[in-house]
């Protein structure tokens, strides 16, 4: 079918409301095709210029920056970035008002913010030229995985704001018709619900889905189940959650479709994002820098998990410099020079609560567990499921059923905690009919309510791959 919108958009883009995110697209979409060199030269151009920003305007940072030895006068010094202190959640709470640059008013500043998987908000400031190619960014990933502008798409989104900006008032429904943009509200998940979607998505034919990867994967075993066949979709692009090997498998049968991951955050925009499914997180170079850390602060090499730590560096209005995100991840590749940076993120291992810790301080990745629950046990007995450490030995694990375990299911998945966890652990079982999402709209397959030290011993990812041996 001819897409007649796309010629629309580009004349009412261009020339109506003089949009710049398509010159945007234009121009990632050139810059990440050049060779590493020249994308890495460009980045540290980028940051160079954030830092001198940041050094004369940023109260937090004056100070700050020159006495890590980044910047001396005019002269940034790349190989000391490492200096710099992280900068963390606490921060952007007790030190809001000095991490404001000056001139920010004279900006078109705007407050974002986010709930995080703690719960406890978060605001920073942000502006439009940030936000401009922050949407490009996301275009851009969006034609990775196969759309063109003017093409269906479908979003399927948990949070209020998102939505409720998206489907009010009659300009963005006039703008969604020209768009050809659908918009699901995840919050909304019943049976009755997903039979709609369902149904919408076979009506809309979208060429793409965009969407939280707990609500798709839902939608996607819905569908799988149901026989329910939707053929239109070239891609899907899941981001806000881990996106666990379970989950991609489903929503690619489901759809017969790669599914790409989007990493990034409210605070920081998007940061990383698949080309190929599966093949690891490409950073966005561009407009961040990413760092994977260990316990002491150094770089992990590739192939070694750590914390992420990001640089955003297109928003002036407040710049966010070695952010400590509160994830932990994987390197796939890695630039030493002048500064160790990310290229690639080989995966995503789950938010740092997420992590399980045992009394002697060592950690366990939440997705080892759901490995477990969602692949190793589960014999299509299992629905949903939520595991929760409550203490070193205790663990409870939350099960919504389709039907009745088998007799030994639940010892044998008692077992192999066990033998991750310690013999000393007690896992217990309960069946409940549903388990709430989070205030952000957002699902968390692995909760920790133990205190957790600085993550310091984690679990060998080796050990994490033959997760089948574990529990054999």
Known sequence: MRNWRRPILGFYD???????VPNHVAFL??????????????????????LLHAARNVPYYGDLLRDAGVVDREQVDLTRFSQIP?????????????LKSRDYETRAWYKNGSGGSSGIPVVVLQDRCYDDIGRATQEML???????????????????RDVLRGTSGWRNKLSNFIRNQTFLNSWCMSKLDLERYAK?????????????????YELARYINDAGIKVTSVRGVVTSAGTLYPFIREEVERAFGCPVLNRYGSREVGSFAGERV?????????YTHFVEVVNERGQACRPGEEGDVLVTCMTNYTMPIIRYRIGDRAVVGALTESPTPSVENLHTV???????????????????????????VHNDGWLKKTQVIQTDYNSILIKLIIEAPPPPIALEEIRTSFRRVMGDSCQ?????????????????RYAVSLVQHPRLRHSYPLSSFMNADKIAS
Do not use: C
């Open 29 to 50: 979409a050139d810059f990440y095709t050049l060779p590493i060199t020249q994308r890495r030269s460009t980045q540290m151009q980028q940051l160079k210029h954030l």
């Open 142 to 160: 969006q034609r990775w995985a196969g759309w063109e502008s003017g093409e269906p798409f479908v979003t399927l989104w948990g949070s209020e």
């Open 200 to 216: 919408i998505l076979q009506r809309a034919r979208p060429v793409m889905i965009e969407a939280y990867a707990e609500s798709i």
């Open 277 to 285: 499914s599966g093949g690891g997180m490409e950073v966005f170079s």
């Open 14 to 20: 261009t020339h109506v409301t003089r949009n710049p």
């Open 427 to 443: 896992v217990e079982f309960e069946i409940v009919d549903s388990i709430p999402p989070l205030p952000s709209g957002k699902y």
């Open 349 to 375: 291992t789950g938010r740092i609560m997420d992590t399980f810790v045992r009394e002697d301080g060592s950690t366990v990745p939440g997705n080892f567990f759901m490995h477990f629950l969602g692949k």
């Open 86 to 98: 992280e900068l963390t959640r606490d921060h952007l709470h007790s030190e809001f008002e000095r």
